[in-house]
């Protein structure tokens, strides 16, 4: 049994893993500042789960890494970190540049600077934004990388040359791990998934960028959490792997899916394509098959049936009476 150090422990990619370390029995100190970029009424429902499914093995401290203070007092008796914590989303990252980097590079330098021992491994929750408008899918590794098209993807590179830094001066294993669109149970309002359903159950008018060809590469939260802890119980050196479910879906196709499942039409407000935004994702995850054992299982309807039904039932219980 080790413990671990998860930060944005209570969010959405958090909790699941936060959920899935304790169930194999180790011992998760959360830390997160439950941010109201959502309702932090939500974050607050994934603690007392998590407090339930851990008990005594469960612990939280409502903090923000940026105080050096609160970080270098959780990483006390740590075995290992997550660092998931960060100020999510393209869009709102273009409306405010300067946050966006205070939080999530130097919240990711401070929280770096505070582990003391050479020999923690250290996963950080990177994202497929760092690619850019790439011209070629699928996304390999070694693509390039430098060329951002908003500050939310240039935070998360420069939280990943941070990682290796760290890596060159003190020898701490460290892994860069790339999301790709992530979605499930408990996933942001915000996010497309979450944010269309609503739209499309409470008849209200869904956000159509562009022409709906823009494609994502859509990878089911379980699958993430997999990786996650293979690559935490793997670390060594420094290493940088796609987690992704390396199939595409379409906004139209997605909107589509959406009508089917929830059982109404959608009234699409149609918008151009938003700066920042890129045409395609799609991963190329060979490296974290070959060294990490890793790939996604879920295919992409089924991960939608298992959102669909939890959003449905999460609708049904805040319905008025």
Known sequence: MARILVTGGAGFIGSHLSERLLARGDTVLAIDNLDPFYD?????????????????????????IRDARACREALRSIDGVVHL???AGVRPSIADPVRYMDVNVTGTQILLQQIDSASIPFVFGSSSSV???????????????????????ASKKAGELLCFARRHLRSNPITCLRFFTVFGPRQRPE???HRFA????????????????????????ADIVDGVVRALDRARGFAVYNLGGSQTTSLKQLVAMLEQRIGRKAMLRRMPDQPGDVPITCADVGRAGRELGWQAKTPFAEGLDRFCEWFLQREAAEAPA
């Open 40 to 64: 932090p009424k939500r974050k607050r429902e994934n603690l007392e789960l998590l407090r339930k499914v851990g008990g005594a093995r469960f612990g939280f401290a409502e903090a923000d």
């Open 85 to 87: 914590a960060a100020l």
């Open 131 to 153: 690619y850019g408008a790439s011209a070629k899918a699928p996304f390999v590794e070694g693509d390039v990388t430098d060329q951002p098209l908003s500050p939310y993807a």
């Open 191 to 193: 996010m497309a998934i």
């Open 198 to 221: 609503h739209c499309i159950a409470h008849g209200q008018p869904l956000p159509f960028f562009g022409d709906g060809s823009s494609s994502r590469d859509y990878t089911y939260v």
